[in-house]
């Protein structure tokens, strides 16, 4: 049976103690530690709306920028995840409700659905609707070789359905802190840089369908390439696991 957000009430509605723990979490206990240990640079915050819904399509080189770059955008961002990460009980179920819900902003896919990914798209309207920020990996999964690979065009169709704001979104350093199959972050410098908002209503107006969502999907990858240090690639990267249904 398909979901939404509604069906994990514990992650979506947090009661006051999550929001409370993740407050401390963001602000005290990991946030700022994390920062430190990252010598994170962020440019382009100015992009980043303070409240109100905004997409931020980034390139994906480790697990850990969906830690990253709620950090250098300053508020939650939501990201989809395999619904197992939220589920059980007692204490620890309530800490990996915390940890991956509330501070890592995950929103939960239910990896058992045959329509998932057809289910991602839906849920990630849902989250950008509460007036959320949502981010998303056009490449559809980590780059295993280093490079830029060709986007995926579900960033495109998401930024036309919602209107919402779309950020693109440059990583660099992250691979050196957590590389791919490594446990536990190393010490490395992390730079973020948040682009000018792509202008979504511009090619609404030179493009329909399958052309306007591979238009925005290729400007948000333009603008990535241009503020990072990796090699592009005319290719799509290897497609997804079911643990990464959308992009």
């Known amino acids: 049976m398909s979901r939404s957000l509604g069906d994990y009430p514990d992650v979506v509605d947090s009661n006051s103690a999550m929001r409370a723990g993740e407050w401390l979490l963001r602000r005290v206990l990991v946030g700022p530690p994390l920062r430190a240990y990252l010598r994170l640079r962020v440019e382009g915050a100015e992009h980043i709306p303070d409240t109100g819904p905004v997409i931020i399509a980034s390139n994906h080189l480790s697990f850990v920028d969906s830690m990253?770059?709620?950090?250098?955008?300053?508020?939650?961002?939501?990201?989809?995840?395999?619904?197992?990460?939220?589920?059980?009980?007692?204490?620890?179920?309530?800490?990996?409700?915390?940890?991956?819900?509330?501070?890592?902003?995950?929103?939960?896919?239910?990896?058992?659905?045959?329509?998932?990914?057809?289910?991602?798209?839906?849920?990630?309207?849902?989250?950008?609707?509460?007036?959320?920020?949502?981010?998303?990996?056009?490449?559809?999964?980590r780059s295993r070789d280093g490079r830029l690979h060709k986007g995926r065009t579900g960033v495109g169709r998401l930024a036309d359905a919602t209107g919402a704001l779309l950020v693109p979104c440059a990583l660099t350093g992250t691979d050196r802190v957590q590389p791919i199959g490594a446990r536990g972050l190393r010490p490395h410098r992390v730079t973020v840089r948040f682009a000018p908002p792509v202008d979504v209503a511009a090619l609404q107006e030179q493009h329909v369908k399958a052309r306007l969502y591979r238009a925005i999907t290729d400007e948000v990858m333009a603008a990535i390439a241009l503020r990072c240090d990796q090699e592009r690639s005319a290719d799509y990267a290897d497609r997804p696991g079911p643990g990464s249904p959308l992009g």
Request: net charge positive.
């Open 68 to 141: 990253v770059i709620p950090l250098a955008a300053g508020r939650k961002v939501g990201f989809l995840g395999k619904a197992e990460y939220v589920q059980g009980t007692g204490a620890k179920g309530w800490l990996k409700r915390m940890w991956f819900g509330e501070f890592g902003g995950m929103i939960p896919v239910d990896r058992e659905d045959a329509r998932a990914a057809a289910r991602s798209l839906e849920l990630a309207e849902e989250h950008l609707a509460r007036g959320g920020a949502f981010g998303i990996y056009p490449e559809g999964t």
